[in-house]
């Protein structure tokens, strides 16, 4: 009978052994798939399927399609593509799951038995030996599972919901950069142009000074208005430096992959958002109001899981074998921890102030996003006008001034500086253009983050857009 | 000037000579001359002379004298009413014809800028009514002439402004003979810049000096109208650009046809706003007879080519044409023979234009580089301009271009006017003509060439 007790028991022991480590196991080997599904589907939910395909796999394929993509002159789509690829931040952000993810995992296991084993040899050779086997398991531990594994569920939940989020950041400050270094390589193409009628003008000067018929200071004034110009080039160099590097960065390009251009006339006006009811659409898609109640929801399930191990601190059940040399005496045991002063009250409050800050929060998140759905709808408003204004209106106006004045020199009404200067304020206008199309193209962008449920920071916004370009000193002719 | 051939070159300037014409006889005030409230229908956009010049002047004053002629313009109908010469003025905004190819929202007098001479005779009484359409008030000055105080016609002192749509009678006997002008004065600075004014002749009872085979009329003016504009500047108070005879700028001016010996008065008025203007003839000599205080004592004359015009004034000038030919006639201010002139401008004399061409042309292929070798030969150039603009434009004459504009006109003087309509050119008697150079005649004179003379 003892022996078949034991032999019960043996095996169920090394049941649950290996069940418990087969379940290890196997839970280690699918954290990446299991939350990149997670993830994928989160941002699939938003209407982020473009974001969610090109999330990084296996890497062979990805360093291909990298390459695909580096081959040809960038757009803001393959931008973006190429920043889900190759920016590391996406990875780090997947891979950091693993930390709630194996939370969970530990938390889902149930406590181990304790085992004692001992034997005792009397003095004299006629006693017998006598062994004693004991077994301790913590009840209470496995009572407490299913409540710690959801508050660890609800951590994992709201750490893929911050992934998520960081990706679409990660997506948006792409197609930001992407913008920003399009229009700036473009206005420094148009520097350029604006040097050139700088450099013409003072080349007629030079001529008309060589035969003596402007006095010296119509030359340095001249002279002036170049460096002016030169100096402008050398600005929109370096501007569209920084903004080339930016995009390098979001897109997480080294060495060779730096090499890369830009479509020519990539830059666009967005398309005029069809947006119905957009304030609850974003706070229903908030990422982070959903983080943030996902934590919430972990505080408030740690209080109910230290309001439980308050009351029933440590409940453990033991068996007992004590073998005199000639036969076994079996027995068990129940310890019991009696929670006569710490019911851990301490920690249930700390988890439900932390709970409520928490669901305080949201209402703050909620505000402050709504307030940045109004601001970045009315940005993009103001932009796509002024992006309207400047390609129905001014540019148009420009040309044909130009042509007037074209005409005008023709009948010797106007000098070719007039001319030229005529031709420096269209690459002007041209260049507020580009700006234009950035903005609306950025405000775009974050609005369209912002329905995603990504919580974008807005900077200073329309505050600094310039409402005007200029290339040179703009001397008087 | 450089001459190459620009890619837009056509017939610019032909063809909008030729479009001129239509263009401005298509005009609504265009009627026939001593027509109806004396319209300007004798005008001849084109610069061809008017039928009343070609049919000859007909005898209005005493001793023979004949009837004023208005090139370009008309002559106010007067009707005798009670002993009284009645006429009628109406102020009023009118479509204007420079010259062919430069029109105008102007204002004036019975279709037209000038207004129509009023030619009377010395103790004339006579009745103006003057009818305002303009959109502000006006009033009607009679320059030169003495009149009862209350009929001079300064706004606020001599009377209440005429307000649109009144009619105001003015009524005057004509005490002294000479040559006059009316504007108005309200608002004058506007409203002569914008064309309002006309010549005034009072022919004497009895008449003095040679009696005269043509008298002629012709208004000095100077305009700012900008190319491709249609109305002119008046705040404009110094840089005019279109400078007129009876508002005409030549090629629009009608050329004066004088048969060879005939005797020639030419009386000249100046209601520019800023500019006196010496008057210059080719060909001929004259003297000033009269002013607009009265006529200048025979012992006081002395013989000029060139009669310097004051602002607001007139002076009258008489000559003999004995030497035929198409002889040029005009203000002696160079600037005021460039139509539509830009001022302001560097000067490119000189300068390399090929040079200036390859800085500007990569950035407007349209850009050549002008006056380079001088402004000359501007029109031939045939570039694109301002619609209703004739930037420097001038003429086409028998031996090509001719690059006046501006206040500039032609005194036509011919053996025989039968068959004569202004259009023909003199014909030089052989050898008459200046012509290139032969080797043999200058090696004859001892000229040479390539030599290079030296001051002093």
């Known amino acids: ?121 009397p003095h004299g050779s006629e006693q017998p030996l006598q062994a004693e086997i004991g077994v301790d398991y913590e009840v209470s531990a496995l ?85 002016s110009a030169r100096l402008g080039v050398a600005e929109a160099a370096l501007v569209a430096q920084e903004a080339r590097e930016r995009l390098c960065a979001a897109l997480g390009l080294v060495g060779t992959q730096t090499a890369w251009s830009i479509a020519p006339q990539a830059l666009i006006a967005p398309k005029e958002p069809d947006v119905q009811d957009a304030e609850q659409r974003v706070i229903e898609a908030s990422l982070e109001m959903a983080e943030l109640r996902s934590q919430a929801m972990a505080a408030e399930q740690r209080a109910r899981l230290y309001r439980t191990s308050g009351v029933l ?138 329905l995603a449920g990504h919580s974008v920071d807005l900077g200073s916004g329309s505050a600094g857009f310039r409402s005007s370009v200029s290339s040179s000193g703009g001397a008087a002719h | 000037m450089d001459r190459r051939t620009f890619i837009q070159l056509g017939a610019v300037t032909g063809g909008t000579l030729l479009g001129g014409t239509a263009l401005a006889q298509q005009g609504h005030q265009h009627h026939g001359h001593h027509g109806h409230g004396g319209q300007p229908a004798s005008a001849t956009p084109d610069g061809t002379i008017a039928r009343s010049q070609l049919a000859g002047a007909r005898v209005v004053a005493p001793s023979g004298q004949l009837s004023v002629i208005t090139p370009n313009g008309s002559t106010l109908p007067l009707r005798r009413v009670a002993g009284v010469k009645v006429g009628h003025l109406t102020a009023m905004p009118v479509r204007h014809t420079f010259a062919p190819g430069l029109e105008a929202e102007c204002w004036g007098y019975n279709g037209g800028t000038p207004g129509p001479s009023i030619e009377a005779v010395e103790g004339d009484r006579l009745r103006i009514s003057v009818t305002n359409r303009l959109p502000e008030p006006t009033t009607m000055h009679w320059h030169g002439l003495i009149v009862p105080n209350g009929m001079d016609g300064v706004s606020g002192l001599n009377q209440a402004p005429i307000p649109p749509g009144e009619t105001f009678v003015y009524e005057f006997t004509l005490s002294r003979p000479g040559t006059y002008m009316y504007h108005p004065h309200y608002d004058e600075m506007t409203q002569m810049a914008m064309g309002m004014m006309g010549m005034f002749i009072v022919h004497p009872k009895r008449p003095r000096g040679p009696r005269v085979d043509r008298d002629f009329v012709l208004m000095t003016h100077e305009w700012k109208l900008r190319p491709g504009s249609r109305k002119p500047d008046p705040n404009e108070m110094n840089d005019f650009n279109v400078l007129t005879f009876n508002s005409r700028a030549f090629p629009g001016t009608e050329p004066l046809l004088i048969k060879k010996g005939e005797r020639v008065r030419i009386r000249f008025g100046n209601l520019s706003a800023n500019d006196h203007h010496p008057i210059h003839m080719h060909g001929l000599c004259f003297e000033v007879t009269q002013t607009d205080g009265g006529t200048i004592p025979e012992s006081a004359r002395y013989p000029e080519t060139t009669v310097l015009v004051p602002v607001g004034s007139t002076r009258v000038i ?31 004399i000189g300068a390399n234009g090929s040079r200036i061409d390859r800085q500007v042309q990569p950035l407007l292929s349209s850009f050549m580089a002008m006056g380079q070798t001088g402004m000359g030969g501007m029109a031939e150039m045939g570039m694109p301009v301002p619609e209703n603009s004739l930037p420097m434009r001038g003429g086409r004459g028998p031996f090509g271009s001719i690059d006046m504009g501006g206040m500039f006109t032609l005194l036509k003087v011919r053996e025989d006017l039968s068959g004569e309509d202004g259009r023909g050119w003199y014909r030089h008697p052989r050898g008459s003509v200046a012509m290139r150079a032969d080797t043999e005649s200058l090696r004859r004179d001892g000229i040479e060439v390539d030599a290079i003379p030296t001051a002093g």
């Open chain 1, 143 to 227: 009572i407490l599972l299913p409540l710690r594994r959801s508050a660890a569920q609800s951590a994992l939940f709201s750490a893929r919901q911050r992934v998520a989020s960081e990706i679409l950041d990660i997506a948006y400050r792409a197609r930001l950069a992407f913008y920003e270094a399009a229009a700036r390589l473009e206005q420094l193409t148009l520097r350029r142009q604006a040097l050139k009628v700088a450099e013409a003008a003072y080349a007629v000067r030079q001529e008309l000074s060589r035969v003596g018929n402007v006095v010296v200071l119509d030359l340095e004034q001249e002279r002036v208005a170049m460096e």
């Open chain 2, 318 to 348: 008489e000559f003999t044409a004995d030497e035929p030919g198409d002889w040029a006639m005009h203000c002696h201010m160079t600037h005021h023979v460039m139509t539509q002139m830009g001022h302001g401008l560097p000067v490119l």
């Open chain 1, 1 to 121: 009978m003892r022996n078949t007790t034991m032999n019960r028991m043996k095996r169920s022991v090394a049941g649950v052994l290996v069940g418990l480590l087969l379940a290890t196991t196997s839970a280690q080997a699918s954290v990446s798939s299991e939350e990149h599904a997670a993830v994928a589907s989160l941002l699939r939910d938003r209407g982020q399927h473009a974001v969610s395909t090109s999330l990084p796999h296996r890497q062979q394929s990805e360093d291909a399609e990298i390459s695909r993509l580096l081959g040809q002159p960038l757009t803001s789509e393959s931008a973006v593509r190429l920043a889900l690829l190759n920016h590391r931040g996406v990875r780090a952000a997947l891979v950091s799951l693993g930390v709630p993810r194996g939370q969970l995992t530990q938390d889902s296991l149930p406590p181990n038995p304790e085992v004692e084993v001992s034997v005792r040899v």
């Open chain 1, 313 to 450: 601190p440590h409940l453990g059940v033991g068996f007992h074998g004590e073998h005199d040399g000639a036969s076994w005496e079996l027995g068990g045991h129940l310890s019991l921890s009696l929670p006569l002063f710490n019911q851990g009250q301490g920690r249930v409050a700390l988890a439900r102030a932390e709970s409520s800050s928490l669901r305080e929060r949201v209402l703050v998140v909620e505000a402050a996003l709504r307030a940045r759905v109004r601001t970045v709808q009315a940005r993009l408003a103001l932009h796509l006008s002024r992006a309207r204004i400047l390609r129905e209106g001014l540019l148009p106006a420009r040309e044909r001034a130009l042509k007037e004045m074209q005409l005008q020199y023709n009948g010797m009404q106007v000098s070719v500086f007039q001319l030229l200067e005529s031709q420096r304020q269209l690459f002007d206008a041209q260049a507020v253009y580009l700006d234009a199309l950035r903005e609306s193209q950025a405000a775009r962008a974050a609005l369209d983050v912002l």
